[in-house]
Nanobody, 135 residues
Framework: QVQLVESGGGSVQAGGSLRLSCAAS????????WGWFRQPPGKKREGVAV????????YYADSVKGRFTISQDNAKNTLYLQMNSLKPEDTAVYYC????????????????????????????WGQGTQVTVSS
């Protein structure tokens, strides 16, 4: 049984930093990609950052480029999201997701980030962790 468990959320002031972790277990195969998504209050879920497990290519939403860094530790089956220079608009529930359902489409797409940052095509999800940034 696949499990994704997030940790590291909390409350910080604007300009502060947080590091989220996502521990994966139960996988008997290698997922094509996994990443971080968030759902701000009253809004739909959106992609934040993803990493392609083979080769380590990373993609970010424009709103977090230069401030957030996604990384993976394959030995520990853990995904991280380092969030710096946090803004109040980063306030959301952050989810870890894995197992992109259309890897062949992403492999041959000229704009794979448009697919990989779409939460609708991920199969497994964590329970979410709250991040609150105050001004």
């Amino acid at each position: 049984q696949v499990q994704l468990v997030e940790s590291g959320g909390g409350s910080v002031q604007a300009g502060g930093s947080l590091r989220l972790s996502c521990a994966a277990s139960g996988y008997t195969y290698k997922t094509y990609s996994w990443g971080w998504f968030r759902q701000p209050p009253g809004k739909k879920r959106e992609g934040v950052a993803v990493v392609v497990t083979e080769g380590g290519r990373t993609y970010y939403a424009d709103s977090v480029k230069g401030r957030f860094t996604i990384s993976q530790d394959n030995a520990k089956n853990t995904l991280y999201l380092q969030m710096n220079s946090l803004k109040p608009e980063d306030t959301a529930v952050y989810y870890c997701a894995a197992d992109f359902s259309r890897p062949d489409l992403a492999r041959f797409s000229p704009a794979p980030w448009l697919l990989l940052l779409d939460p609708r095509d991920y199969i497994h999800w964590g329970q979410g962790t709250q991040v609150t940034v105050s001004s």
